[in-house]
């Protein structure tokens, strides 16, 4: 499957299970979805029959309430049957709402708590490294989650290490929940502060497919990838970008139907 395609099909799984479970964070995932697809889909060695193959890249979703986005690129790559996406978040189902390693085949970590997902990160790049083994480490973390202090003790420690092997990469939507991020905490200079801390900076539009296939393949000879993706929260369905309420509207009536027929009316 082409990659516009997969990203395609990604977005059309997050509205499905968005809408069945009534939870959301649709815009969250919506933002997320051409990053995770080119990851699946041109980036990482993946193993869908064999998930804990000592040779896969490691994945880390540390903006977990985006999970569907996820849990959508693992069903698809067949980790695990389609047919499940639609019991997200209900009783009993294995996919929870922030994403779960538990059980899952494909997912390395739970996260959700923010903030967390970096530093498992590093310790996975720093562990590959001192083992001399081949695989590299990605993790993607939402701009508003920059703001918490564990991110930049992560940031630092794999600068100091110089793990080349690490790549991070920065869904920079300027929101964060209810809010724009520069009404939060403001970045002076996200790029600056990436670079500061030892790291190579990449910025890129966090849509476009193959600038994002190029930066996200693209390795330094001795430190970690910062990619800072200009994204746009809610991307594919117009009436949910850039929009706060869709931070954690579910889309029902009407706004479901337009959204399918949106993303199915623009399908390759
Ligand atoms: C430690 C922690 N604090 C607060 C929250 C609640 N929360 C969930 S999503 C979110 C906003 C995150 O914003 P950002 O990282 O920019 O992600 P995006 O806008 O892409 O959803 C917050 C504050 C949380 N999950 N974890």
Same mark, same amino acid.
């Given at each position: 499957m082409i990659t516009e395609q997969f990203a395609r099909q990604i977005r059309r799984d997050i509205v499905e299970m968005t809408h069945i479970s009534g939870v959301s964070h649709?815009? =969250?995932?919506? =933002? !997320? $979805?051409?990053?995770?697809?080119?990851?699946?889909?041109? &980036?990482?060695?993946?193993?869908?029959?064999?998930?804990?193959?000592?040779?896969?890249?490691?994945?880390?979703? =540390?903006? #977990?309430?985006?999970?569907?986005? &996820?849990y959508a690129a693992l069903a698809e790559k067949g980790f695990f049957p389609v047919e499940e996406l639609v019991t997200q978040c209900s009783n009993g189902s294995r996919l929870s709402g922030h994403v779960s390693h538990k059980n899952v085949p494909g997912v390395e970590l739970s996260t959700g708590s923010l903030g967390m997902g970096l530093s498992v990160g590093t310790g996975m790049a720093v562990a590959a490294k001192r083992d001399n083994k081949k695989h590299r480490v990605y993790v993607v973390l939402g701009d508003g989650e920059c703001a918490e202090g564990s991110? *930049?003790?992560?940031?630092?420690?794999?600068?100091?290490?110089?793990?080349?092997?690490?790549?991070? !990469?920065?869904?920079?939507?300027?929101?964060? $929940?209810?809010?724009?991020?520069?009404? &939060?905490? =403001?970045?002076?200079?996200?790029?600056?502060?990436?670079?500061?801390? #030892? *790291?190579? !900076?990449?910025?890129v539009n966090g849509h476009d497919v193959g600038m994002l296939k190029q930066s996200l393949n693209f390795i330094h000879g001795t430190k970690p990838i910062c990619i800072i993706a200009h994204t746009i929260k809610g991307k594919g369905v117009s009436f949910m970008e850039n929009e706060k309420i869709w931070h954690h509207l579910s889309p029902q009536g009407d706004d479901y139907v337009n959204a399918v027929r949106e993303l199915e009316a623009n399908s390759i």
């Open positions: 649709i815009g =969250s995932a919506l =933002s !997320v $979805a051409d990053i995770i697809a080119v990851l699946y889909n041109d &980036v990482m060695r993946i193993f869908p029959s064999d998930p804990k193959n000592d040779k896969r890249d490691r994945f880390i979703l =540390s903006k #977990g309430h985006a999970g569907m986005a &996820v991110v *930049w003790e992560a940031a630092m420690f794999a600068g100091h290490n110089e793990l080349s092997n690490l790549t991070a !990469v920065i869904d920079h939507n300027k929101l964060q $929940a209810n809010e724009w991020c520069e009404n &939060v905490i =403001s970045w002076k200079n996200i790029a600056k502060m990436w670079d500061s801390f #030892g *790291w190579h !900076v990449i910025e």
